[in-house]
Structure formats: C-alpha cells, structure tokens
C-alpha cells in the first residue's frame, strides 16, 4: 500500500507563516469583531499552555535525571560527560545574558502593560525563600517555577537513589517508569497542542498589530533575534573551539569530521534524526572512542541544550523587560540557573525549546502575544540551534574520549 505523499500547504511551517501573514491582515483592519475573536483564541490557547506548563516543567526534569540511572555501571565518564555538559550549557546562557545586556533590545520598545505577576515587587530574600516551598502543592498552584524546578530535581535525585538501593536487593522500581511515562503523556498533549498552534498564532498575529499601535517597536524585536543569533555564533565559533582546545583537540579538524551531521541537523531540526549519522561521523571521521560515542551522543542529545539555553534567558529577559519588569541582578543570576536547568530537561517535542520558554513565561503570567511573533522567525532559529546543539555535543564526546585516552591526537 502506497501512502499519498503529503501536500506543501499541509507542512507545518507554511501553516505557521500563513496564520502569521493573515494575522497581520486582520489586525490592520481593525475590526471589533476579528479583535475579540482574536482575543477568544488567544485566551483558550493560553489556556491550554497553562495546562501543561507547570507539569511539562516538572516531569521533564524529574524524568531526564531519573533516567540517568544507568550512569551508575559507568560512574567516572557519566561524570565527565554531565560536567561538561553543565559547563557549557551554563556559558552559553552566561553569554545570552551578556549579550542581552550589551544588545539591550528592551530599550528600544515601548513597555507594554504590566502583567499581574510583575506588579508583584519581590525582595532578595523572597526569591531566596521560594526557592525551597512550604508543601509539595504550593508551587503548582501559585505556577512558583524556581520551587517546582527545586522538587523536580529532588524528586529525580531521590528517585536515583532508590533505583539504586533496589538494584542491590534486587527489586524493580516502578516509580522511574512512572514519571517517564507522565512525561511521555504531557509530551503527547504538547504535541496536539502544537498541532493547532497556527490558529493560536493567527490569534496572537492580530493582536500584536494592536501592540504596535501601542509602540512596540519592530527594531527591537530584531535586536533581541540578533542577541538569539550573536549568542549561538560566539557559543559555536568561540566558547566551544576554546573548549576543545583546553584538552588540545583541533576545533577544525573535529568540525571537519563532524560536518555531514551537523548540516543535517540544520535542515532536519533534530538531533534525534542525527544521532545515527553523528555516532558514525564521531567514530569513523573524528576517531572517537565507539564506547564514549555510545554513551554521549545518546545522554548528550537528551541533556546538552547549548542553544535552548541562551534562547531561554534571552526570551524571558525579553519579554518580562517588554512588560516593564525591571530584572535585578539576583534576577539575572537565577535566570542563569532556570535556563540551565530548563535546558538540560527540555521537552522532545517538535519546537521543544519555544514550548518550554512559553510554558516558563504562562507559569509567571506573563502574556504570551510577543511569543506568537517570534515563532515565524523560530523556524529559522531551530535550525541553526540544532546544528549548535550537535556541534556541542560532538565536542562533549572528545573531550571526554581526549581525558579518557590522553595518548589520542
């Protein structure tokens, strides 16, 4: 049986850019009834986020690090390939908030109306004691994303632990498949979500012609995508060559090697997709260890998010600062620990970065109309943050395999 082959207009990104476009037609005609339809889609889409917002956030961390329960049987290159991993996402959100600062985008657009949650003033020791909650349902409910994010890595530690207990009297846990599995049925609901996200982008089209009338300057908007971009170029051209020579690999020559898998993560958008051609260009071109490449590549392409790490500092710095929250300096720095955090346990969904940014800004409640004009132009930025993600994972794995084997060249 031969399958129809789909149509074009059905691909997602021309659905996407067409919502975009006739969005944008609709809000320069301005009228009442398209606004408050717009305005009905928008709020159920909203809704429908804020569903799976918090639980997305929660399972997907939980379940990344409960999953790593294998680490146990190979302890001294888990730890390496963890650290190198945390180390790099890290820098790479340290460099989208460097960015952001020097960049500014903010300052080159009207402050929109505040949300609820950015008329709350917090004080230092406020961020501090919300990062440890009272009982396990508070932050659920008051969408606290630092306290769920605490319980989240709690739970997944904890499940570590017992995971590892019950090997040694020889028992099966059931609580790690547990959590899997309730990450597997968000993910799942995500991606029926994302399925009618071209309506909800129609929605969020017309209303942001609204905001520009308010003042929202397209300039700025094209800072902060320059800030996205400038932050995964330096990441790739910069942190991580500097990175690989640290351990005296060659970042030419690994780039070389590596090449056919990261042009094929730019045009697939997956580094899932990749991992095959990445496995035999990491053993066969790059003449990295077959046992350090199984091991990495597979984690690596589960918990190192270079990209969606600067893409989410940068995105919520963005957007809180376009609704007239002035980030602190603490502020600043726990966002540096979130985007890590959110990175490493970003959802395996298509746009997965963008769903997770989106979910973190409906769990402050923050409104979600800028987001829906970023995503046209997020296409364009997966692909590129696709290609950074493999290039930093390829660069993981030799320097893992380079401190394993110090001999190699």
């Known amino acids: 049986m031969h399958l129809k082959a ?3 207009f059905l691909n997602p990104s021309f659905l996407i850019l067409t919502a975009f476009v006739f969005g944008i037609l609709c809000g320069y005609i301005n009228n009442p009834i398209i606004l408050d339809t717009a305005d009905f889609v928008t709020k159920i889409f909203v809704n429908l986020l804020k569903l799976i917002s918090v639980p ?20 001294s290159l888990g730890k390496k390939v963890i650290s190198y991993t945390f180390l790099t996402t890290v820098i790479s959100a340290a460099i989208g908030l460097l960015l952001f600062l020097i960049i500014n985008p903010v300052s080159h657009s009207l402050k929109l ?7 709350k003033s917090f004080s230092y020791f406020d961020h501090l004691t919300n990062i440890i909650p009272s009982n396990i349902i508070q932050p659920f409910h008051e969408n606290n994303v630092i306290g769920v994010l605490c319980l989240a890595i709690l739970f997944g530690l904890a499940l570590l632990v017992i995971e590892h207990e019950n090997k040694k009297k020889e028992k099966k846990s059931y609580l790690i498949e547990f959590f899997i599995d309730m990450y597997a049925v968000i993910t799942k609901i995500t991606s029926w979500i994302v399925r009618v996200m071209p309506i909800g982008i129609w929605g969020f089209s017309v209303l942001f012609v609204n905001e520009l009338k308010q003042g929202l300057s397209i300039e700025g908007l094209f800072l902060y995508l320059a800030c996205v971009v400038l932050a995964n170029l330096v990441q790739g051209s910069v942190i991580l060559p500097t990175f ?16 056919p898998a990261i042009t094929m993560a730019f045009f697939t958008k997956s580094s899932v997709a990749t991992l095959p051609l990445a496995l035999k260009c990491a053993e066969e071109n790059a003449g990295i260890s077959s046992k350090v490449a199984k091991f990495t590549f597979p984690l690596c392409t589960t918990i190192n998010m270079n990209a969606c790490a600067a893409f989410i500092l940068v995105t919520v710095l963005f957007v809180m600062g376009s609704y007239g929250h002035s980030v602190t300096p603490l502020e600043m720095v726990l966002w540096i ?45 997966d692909m590129l943050e696709t290609a950074l993600n493999i290039w930093s994972d390829s660069c993981v794995a ?12």
């Open 6 to 8: 789909k149509s074009p």
């Open 337 to 381: 620990g979130i985007a890590t955090i959110a990175a490493v346990g970003n959802a395996g969904v298509p746009m997965g970065c963008y769903f997770l940014t989106s979910s973190l800004l409906v769990a402050m409640d923050y409104p979600l109309t800028i987001m829906g004009i970023i995503l046209p132009f997020y296409a364009l930025i």
């Open 113 to 119: 109306e505040e949300s609820n949650s950015t008329a």
């Open 398 to 409: 030799a320097a893992v395999d380079k401190s394993i084997n110090p001999s190699l060249a």
């Open 244 to 259: 690989l020579k640290f351990f005296r690999i060659s970042p030419l020559r690994l780039f070389k090697a590596m090449f």
């Open 56 to 75: 997305i956030i929660f399972f997907s961390v939980a379940s990344t690090i409960a999953a790593m329960k294998n680490l146990e049987e190979t302890r």
